[in-house]
């Protein structure tokens, strides 16, 4: 639990020059995908617990919380 505290609050202050392709490959939805998994993974040392939680994640950002998604159940316009 402290390494991963120390990894969370330190990474901000890293600075990593990446290249347009390298940038553009992060952002890119499977980039991302295994990017959380290794953070979930590096946190529980579980891979089926880390592919689960991963799962869940893409589902919440993908579908259930994204505004432009048929699934979501969260409008923020329907908050006011």
């Given at each position: 639990?402290?390494?991963?505290?120390?990894?969370?609050?330190?990474s901000k202050y890293v600075e990593m020059r990446?290249?347009?392709?390298?940038?553009?490959?992060?952002?890119?939805?499977?980039?991302?995908?295994?990017?959380?998994?290794?953070?979930?993974?590096?946190?529980?040392?579980?891979?089926?617990?880390?592919?689960?939680?991963?799962?869940?994640v893409v589902l919440l950002t993908d579908f259930?919380?994204?505004?432009?998604?048929?699934?979501?159940?969260y409008h923020p316009k329907s908050c006011r």
């Amino acid at each position: 639990a402290l390494a991963m505290l120390v990894l969370n609050i330190g990474s901000k202050y890293v600075e990593m020059r990446f290249s347009l392709t390298q940038e553009q490959l992060i952002r890119d939805n499977l980039g991302m995908e295994i990017l959380i998994g290794a953070v979930l993974f590096t946190a529980t040392k579980d891979l089926l617990l880390s592919v689960f939680l991963t799962m869940t994640v893409v589902l919440l950002t993908d579908f259930f919380l994204n505004e432009k998604s048929r699934f979501c159940v969260y409008h923020p316009k329907s908050c006011r």
